[in-house]
């Protein structure tokens, strides 16, 4: 084993430890990656949540991160020492199921490793996450990072970005299509930057109306504030495509009822089940959809997608030693609009 430093929760606690970690050898097709910038999502919080009072089960967070290539198992071609890489919430599957050969390897049949609190599919040990200055992976689940992306601005695009991405992008939106985003944090400022660089005509829907400002400089056309029933009103059956990344449960009627005649309301919040009233379905034929991370052609056509058009994320970049208070601001709705954790101070 190998060892190295990381930001863990252990026991009746959801505050995270500076602690040591260790990672497995090297395998044939591994890779070690240093990790530099890792994203906080709002799932990190989800599952510190969940963990809270769990003794005897160590998590630690962090999804979406980027960094360097140190070195190679023998039989990695694609990548050496160096290689500027990213790795997203998704390390492993099975890669034999018809998801994972239609190359959607988020949807595997036998589920895909997470990339932290997944099973390794050879040893059985749980994965830790990319709050942690080393990580150890599948080659096969590595990004190269295209040059020109910011490697901090980029982390949130493995879990944030990719998870917009699949929705817009399967949904068809492009010039001429009308897309609103719900919920303008970390997903829903990278669904605004990507609706608007693939040609559409796009509006945010929030609570925060001081938020107007920002999405304008995200090259969004409209703002509605979502508390406003006069401008919900107004907006009725106005988006062919709305994206909803709003973390905590909530009535989707409102949001059904902003979708044009045949378009897709896309749910992306984890939320457990939710009540639909089938008239909001009915009334314009609107479909329900949802969607969650995205698979490996995807994940590299995204980064490609977003370095040809000069897209990262809002961040506010914090040593990892403040990742508690990072946590605490997000917990609040105080994040412009992905903190990102600089891992360097772990050396
Ligand atoms: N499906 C997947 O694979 C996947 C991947 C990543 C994340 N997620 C989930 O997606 C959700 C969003 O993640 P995120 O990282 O973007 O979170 P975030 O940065 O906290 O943003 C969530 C946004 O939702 C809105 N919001 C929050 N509380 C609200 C409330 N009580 N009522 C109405 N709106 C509220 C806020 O936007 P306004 O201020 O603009 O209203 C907030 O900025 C989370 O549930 C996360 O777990 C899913
Ligand atoms: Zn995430
Ligand atoms: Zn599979």
């Given at each position: ?74 039989e990695v071609t694609r990548f050496s020492a160096g ?14 199921c018809a998801m994972c050969r239609a190359g959607q ?227 609040r709705n105080d994040v412009r609009y992905r903190f ?8």
């Open positions: 084993m190998r060892t190295t430093t990381g930001w863990q929760a252990e026991g009746a606690t959801a505050i995270l430890r500076r602690a040591l970690l260790q990672r497995r050898d090297l395998r044939p097709d591994d890779l070690a990656v240093q990790i530099d910038y890792c994203g906080v999502c709002h799932s990190d919080m989800h599952a510190l949540r969940d963990h809270d009072g769990k003794a005897g089960h160590p998590l630690v967070p962090g999804h979406e991160f980027t960094g360097v290539v140190t070195e190679t198992g023998p290689d500027r890489v990213a790795v997203g919430n998704i390390i492993d599957s099975c890669g034999q390897e988020n949807f595997c049949h036998a589920f895909p490793t997470l990339t932290y609190g997944g099973s390794d599919r050879q040893d059985g040990s749980t994965t830790l996450g990319g709050y942690s200055r080393e990580y150890v992976v599948r080659d096969q689940f590595v990004y190269p990072l295209p040059d020109g992306l910011d490697p901090a601005g980029a982390a949130p695009l493995l879990c944030a970005g990719i998870t917009v991405w699949e929705p817009l992008h399967t949904l068809g939106v492009g010039p001429g299509s009308r897309v609103a985003v719900a919920g303008m944090g970390g997903l829903g400022h990278l669904a605004v930057k990507m609706a608007v660089a693939l040609g559409a005509t796009t509006s945010v829907i929030s609570r925060s109306p001081d938020k107007a400002d920002d999405a304008r400089r995200f090259g969004a056309h409209g703002f509605i504030v979502s508390t406003d029933p006069e401008q919900m009103a107004k907006a009725r059956d106005g988006f062919d495509v709305v994206i909803d990344t709003i973390s905590t449960p909530h009535d989707l009627g409102p949001y059904l009822r902003l979708v044009a005649m045949d378009g897709t309301l896309s749910h992306l919040g984890h939320l457990g089940s939710v009540t639909v009233e089938t008239m909001d379905l009915l009334v314009g034929r609107k479909k329900l959809s949802s969607a969650g991370s995205g698979g490996r052609p995807a994940t590299a056509a995204m980064l490609e997608f977003c370095a040809d058009k000069g897209i990262t994320a809002e961040i506010e970049l914090l040593p990892s030693a403040r990742v508690n208070e990072a946590l605490d601001r997000l917990r990102v954790l600089d891992m360097s101070d772990l050396d």
